[in-house]
T-cell receptor, first 119, second 114 residues
């Protein structure tokens, strides 16, 4: 089946530093990827929609300068948390939408998540 | 705006017993509905989805869900629970067939007693 990989799975950083999280679709192309944030024991909240070759679309209340998203290719989207603070500590999950053609067309596939801890 | 409500935060069930997780949605048009399962510290795995057609949907791991438009519900069921089913379950509604911009419910944590 289709696989979405996130890296790193866990990251610990100091307050004020920037952290980059990668989301890769390993065996399919994805023009659209989504970034979610999940606080402990809570649900997933959509942060932004990442579109290949264009600017990301952010949900209301999400700081675009804080959470930089780049979707440079059909298989890779990156989320950079800039000047991270402890309140940015969370579980970040990406999902990728498979392009038309082949089985599971249009279905969303989720990565395994990246746990960010900001000290 | 679309929204999803999972009324039960926690459910404890004995192994071998049946399980039903409730999901109610609010959406202006025909919804595309999903159930996902999440193990601790892991990503999401799709259990099943409903786009159209037969309102009783079969999924993986022995799960099924029934779409009831009149009740705006999409409840998940399993006849006999296994210890490995202990996890967090999320119901979600999407705007398009691909599940574009999914809105998730708050989740239901399932605990399985031996």
């Amino acid at each position: 089946g289709a696989v979405v990989s996130q890296h790193p799975s866990r990251v610990i950083c100091k307050s004020g530093t920037s952290v980059k999280i990668e989301c890769r679709s390993l065996d399919f192309q994805a023009t659209t990827m989504f970034w979610y944030r999940q606080f402990p024991k809570q649900s997933l909240m959509l942060m932004a929609t990442s579109n290949e070759g264009s600017k990301a679309t952010y949900e209301q209340g999400v700081e675009k300068d804080k959470f930089l998203i780049n979707h440079a290719s059909l298989t890779l989207s990156t989320l950079t948390v800039t000047s991270a603070h402890p309140e940015d500590s969370s579980f970040y999950i990406c999902s990728a939408r498979r392009l038309a053609g082949g089985p599971n067309t249009g279905e969303l596939f989720f990565g395994e998540g990246s746990r960010l801890t900001v000290l | 705006a679309q929204s999803v409500t999972q009324p039960d935060i926690h459910i404890t069930v004995s192994e071998g017993a049946s399980l039903e997780l409730r999901c109610n949605y609010s959406y202006g048009a025909t919804p595309y509905l999903f159930w996902y399962v999440q193990s601790p510290g892991q990503g999401l795995q799709l259990l099943l989805k409903y786009f159209s057609g037969d309102t009783l949907v079969q999924g993986i791991k022995g799960f099924e869900a029934e779409f009831k438009r009149s009740q705006s519900s999409f409840n998940l069921r399993k006849p006999s629970v296994h210890w490995s089913d202990a996890a967090e379950y999320f119901c979600a509604v999407g705007a398009l067939a691909a599940g574009n911009k999914l809105t998730f419910g708050g989740g239901t944590r399932v605990l399985v007693k031996p």
